[in-house]
């Protein structure tokens, strides 16, 4: 966080340039920058201390609380929040649970801002002792939010290192965030995934629209789709469009945004990628790959490779993955690539990368 941001940002292309140094045929375009702060729109609060001087951040190596309420990547608006969160902690009187003592109720409160400036709200407690007042305190919480602002309390009985339970109670009437990057209404549910940097999530949907209205395919499968956000973007008419996520929640969500939109030809499914790739029975002209950190199996690569796809875009936050995955994509070449700064003040990054299908 000392190093000036153009510096931070030319390393991680000169990292990615390295990584992926052996394909020759690769050109790079401009790097996208982000926001050098208050970019990040979730914030995933420890809580604890106790319930007169609760702590709101992470714990140390001891268990202890560290408060991060002054953090600068989180968004302005999130950090306008975390006063109310310690307000109505010591109103509803609700007890921060203790790791090293494994007492307590409340774990986690974890925000999402969207680029409407509506929030999500979790509450996230160790058993159902704290819900009615949470419940019955909504209103008041709700006056303090802004507009269409999702609520909900999630319940994690065990005791380990994750930030949420199966369970999950809605409280409030609306049970989506909307978000509305490039003019596309996408949907964020509790549980689901969304991209931590909202600008550069806007400006990766942008690229993969780019490229595959370059190409022009009539179907489309967006893979590891989340809620959508490349599967809505590449949508278009005479295009066939699906979805595969292994959320249900995401799938919901997504299906929500397909229907606002009036696309009769997006389709999502709640599947295994791989499996619904090897399982299909047929291929899209184009495929978009946007997988977890491990990167695609050896599995969907191979198929990939034996399959009639033409166009491939792979979107990766981890470039040593994507290089052992392009080796295996043997028969489709690297074109072009792109690194998005999406965690700025950290090595970390995410690339895309367009590939061709080489001739036979």
């Known amino acids: 966080m000392t ?16 990584l992926l140094g052996e394909f020759d045929t690769l050109k790079f375009l401009p790097a996208q920058p982000s926001n050098e702060q208050g970019f990040r729109n979730k914030a995933k609060m420890v809580i604890s201390g106790t319930t007169d001087a609760p702590t709101i951040g992470i714990l140390d190596t001891e268990g202890h609380g560290v408060d991060l309420r002054n953090c600068g990547v989180i968004a302005p608006t999130l950090r306008a929040l975390l006063p109310v969160i310690e307000r109505f902690i010591k109103e509803l009187k609700l007890i921060p649970y203790d790791v090293p003592k494994r007492k307590g109720e409340l774990k986690h409160v974890i925000l999402t801002l969207s680029d409407t400036g509506a929030v999500m709200v979790r509450w996230v407690l160790r058993t159902k002792k704290h819900f009615v007042a949470l419940r019955d305190s909504l209103p008041q919480f709700l006056e303090q939010l802004p507009h269409h602002s999702v609520v909900s309390v999630n319940f994690l009985p065990e005791h380990k290192a994750v930030l949420e339970g199966e369970e999950e109670i809605i409280l409030t009437r609306r049970t989506t965030l909307e978000f509305g990057l490039n003019g596309v209404p996408m ?17 990766l949907y942008r690229q993969a629209r780019q490229w595959i ?40 969500a997504a ?38 950190r491990r990167g695609i199996s050896a599995e969907l690569s191979q ?13 990766s936050c981890n470039a040593k993955s994507l290089a052992r995955d392009l080796k295996r994509l043997e028969n489709y070449t690297p074109q072009v690539a792109r690194v998005m700064d999406m965690f700025p003040q950290t090595d970390h990054y995410e690339v895309m990368v367009k590939l061709e299908r080489k001739n036979s």
């Open 187 to 203: 949907h964020l549910r509790p549980q689901g995934f969304f991209q931590t940097n909202t600008e550069i999530a806007a400006a």
């Open 255 to 292: 299906n929500i945004s397909a229907k606002s939109m009036g696309l009769n030809d997006a389709h999502f499914v709640a599947s295994d990628a791989t499996e619904f790739a090897v399982n299909a029975g047929w291929a899209p002209d184009a495929v978009i790959v946007n997988p977890p």
């Open 3 to 18: 190093v000036p941001y153009a510096q931070q940002l030319q390393a991680k292309v000169e990292d990615c340039q390295h």
């Open 213 to 252: 209205d370059d190409v022009d395919p009539e179907s489309v499968w967006d893979l590891y789709s989340g809620v959508g956000g490349f599967a809505l973007h590449a949508a278009g008419e005479g295009r066939t469009v699906y979805g595969i996520e292994t959320s249900p929640e995401a799938v919901t």
């Open 303 to 315: 198929w990939l490779n034996e399959s009639d796809v033409q166009h491939l875009i792979y979107s």
